[in-house]
């Protein structure tokens, strides 16, 4: 970990990238663990850059950010997801350090009539730090009942209010839909990306909230209707849908685990031109990180490999 003095530093030199004054980048140059041609790699300049997202939730070993960085980078990952607002120079510090890449960091938006706080205020002091990276942010959306399209006006409003603040510094929206929140659905996803009508908001894919609330037939269907629009893509270990949907098994998984069809939903991503980042989601694994991340990763390199073969 570096010093509280560099890392002043950085944000000193974070900040004057922002204001085009300095003319040294501060972007890692995207790695892979082999080359950039290699269909079996993790990933990360070629199509499907491979990340993980949520591996410090419940991590056993407790491992702080350097320390996480330090891990991904040994297994072969691309980069990390970041949860929320806070330590975020922190964050990117640690993965430009280790040569690996931020891609997204979730933050929450309330579309309820007179709340409070709409978005962390901090987004502002964020933005800057983001310039010149392909960090996007992942928008997860509450304030009403799912999928209740009263609420569209509201949420238009201040999707396009955080999509004109991030615009600037090329930063894009991936709207999240979580399972029991308003954005429920990746089909309210693209709903309200049409009506937001902003070149820099798009929709996510997450396999687990899917599976809650759609049936996994459908997945093609909502990918191309998503089309352009879709910007990334999260996946984990997981039993069917109607497994999920009827609350067996495990919901979030490593790769090695579950019975739904992953190569199946790697063919259909490449079937639909799809090659942005691909995310795993490791929330709710209660291990060593490294364990079940070593693990998550050998099966992804299996699985690419074998729908690069195809």
């Known amino acids: 970990m570096r010093t509280n003095g560099s890392r002043r530093e950085f944000l000193k030199l974070a900040a004057g990238a922002a204001a085009g004054g300095v003319g040294v980048s501060l972007v890692p140059r995207c790695l892979s663990a082999a080359g950039p041609g290699d269909k079996a790699t993790a990933g990360g300049c070629g199509d499907w850059p491979f990340f993980a997202l949520c591996m410090d939730v419940h991590d056993t070993k407790r491992r702080n950010l350097s320390q996480q960085a330090e891990m991904l980078k040994k297994l072969g990952y691309s980069g990390a997801g970041h949860l929320w607002l806070g330590k975020v120079a922190e964050r990117i510090e640690t993965l430009d350090a280790a040569g690996l890449t931020l891609w997204q960091i979730y933050m929450r938006l309330n579309v309820a009539q007179g709340a409070k706080q709409t978005y962390d205020p901090k987004l502002k002091e964020v933005l800057p730090l983001l310039k010149s990276r392909p960090t996007m942010l992942a928008l997860l959306v509450n304030g009403g009942k799912p999928s209740d399209q009263a609420g569209d006006p509201r949420a238009v409003e201040l999707i396009r209010e955080i999509a004109d603040l991030a615009r600037p510094f090329g930063v894009k929206l991936a709207l999240y839909p979580h399972v029991g929140h308003w954005l429920e659905k990746v089909s309210d996803g693209v709903r309200l990306a049409k009506k937001v009508d ?3 908001v798009g929709v996510m894919f997450n396999l687990c909230h899917f599976l809650k609330t759609n049936d996994e037939k459908d997945i093609r269907l909502e990918l191309v209707k998503a089309g352009s629009r879709l910007m990334a893509v999260t996946i984990n270990g997981s039993p069917t849908g109607a497994q999920v949907r009827a609350g067996k098994g495990k919901w979030t998984a490593p790769l090695d685990e ?20 691909v995310g795993l989601q490791c929330y709710g694994q209660r291990s060593d990180a490294a364990e079940h991340l070593a693990r998550s990763m050998a099966t992804w390199r299996k699985l690419r490999a074998s729908v690069a073969g195809k």
């Open 198 to 200: 902003r070149p820099n």
């Open 258 to 277: 579950g019975d739904f069809d992953m190569g199946g939903l790697l063919a259909t991503l490449k079937a639909v031109g799809y090659k942005g980042p």
